[in-house]
């Protein structure tokens, strides 16, 4: 028998199929994905996948809907969802920035608030928030994206004071950089200014190139095996080597001379 109900969303590829489909050999994973074409490896691996998009207000409701109707429950919810475009700001449109925003954090807040009675169900139960090492440290050339993720982990702290009453955990993640089609997609759409942003942007362009084929995907999933054992988990999970060593270093010589020391390295 299936140990837990996890609903897991952005499926179709990357760390969310990887997770996923390791998740779902001992647990009863439902898995979102865009596409019709995405479902069939997930549904392979004995999991259900609920097609739709994040940002869709019926879509949300009719995931509620098919768990509610087949599991009753959730134990734990992760939102893996998520985009990224990258360039300096300035060439970033008004709508794109919006769309980042739509997608990794207003769609995801508006999630966890559609899943919230299933969760109830199962408490203790656990909405885990995947983020980024961006959220908290500022990198060049992807502002909106760090930005982004920046707010989820302000929403994520807030959401653990919130819950806990109810016994729902509200944890953030924050994962190194790792080798996932996101960063293709955002590489793919950044536009280049040129001009006063050449060298910038040279620089840039070198250092996501070399966004190492990480093995961090599964130290995600130990991460997230711990969280589900717990039963009060913290509030905040730092998975990944490069990660941990700028959590330190931030802590060593504080957040500004961290960002005067990023800006003497991209000038």
């Known amino acids: 028998m299936k140990q837990k109900t996890i609903l897991i969303t952005g499926c179709s590829s990357g760390i969310g199929r990887f997770t996923a489909m390791k998740l779902a050999e001992e647990n009863n994973v439902y898995a979102t994905v865009r596409n019709v074409a995405d479902k069939l490896e997930l549904e392979k691996a004995g999991m259900s996948v609920l097609i739709g998009d994040i940002t869709?207000?019926?879509?949300?409701?009719?995931?509620?809907?098919?768990?509610?109707?087949?599991?009753?429950?959730?134990?734990?919810?992760?939102?893996?969802?998520?985009?990224?475009?990258?360039?300096?700001?300035?060439?970033?449109?008004?709508?794109?920035?919006?769309?980042?925003?739509?997608?990794?954090?207003?769609?995801?807040?508006?999630?966890?608030?559609?899943?919230?009675?299933?969760?109830?169900?199962?408490?203790?139960?656990?909405?885990?928030?995947?983020?980024?090492?961006?959220?908290?440290?500022?990198?060049?050339?992807?502002?909106?994206?760090?930005?982004?993720?920046?707010?989820?982990?302000?929403?994520?702290?807030?959401?653990?004071?919130?819950?806990?009453?109810?016994?729902?955990?509200?944890?953030?993640?924050?994962?190194?950089?790792?080798?996932?089609?996101?960063?293709?997609?955002?590489?793919?759409?950044?536009?280049?200014?040129?001009g006063p942003y050449k060298k910038l942007e040279q620089k840039l362009s070198a250092s996501a190139s070399e966004i190492r084929k990480s093995p961090e995907k599964s130290g995600l999933l130990t991460c997230i095996m711990n969280i589900d054992r717990r039963a009060n988990p913290k509030p905040l999970y730092i998975c990944g080597r490069k990660s941990v060593f700028l959590h330190m270093i931030n802590r060593l010589f504080g957040e500004d001379n961290i960002t005067r020391m990023m800006s003497r390295i991209f000038r």
């Open 56 to 194: 869709s207000v019926s879509d949300r409701k009719k995931w509620f809907e098919s768990i509610e109707n087949n599991a009753g429950k959730l134990n734990m919810l992760i939102h893996n969802a998520g985009i990224c475009e990258g360039g300096v700001l300035a060439s970033i449109s008004e709508e794109r920035m919006e769309q980042q925003f739509q997608v990794n954090v207003t769609a995801a807040a508006a999630l966890s608030t559609v899943m919230l009675p299933l969760l109830r169900q199962a408490a203790p139960s656990a909405i885990v928030h995947i983020g980024s090492i961006s959220g908290r440290t500022s990198f060049p050339g992807i502002a909106v994206y760090g930005a982004s993720k920046a707010a989820l982990y302000s929403l994520s702290r807030s959401l653990h004071i919130e819950l806990a009453p109810q016994q729902i955990a509200s944890v953030y993640v924050e994962l190194d950089s790792m080798e996932s089609r996101i960063w293709q997609k955002g590489r793919q759409k950044a536009v280049l200014l040129g």
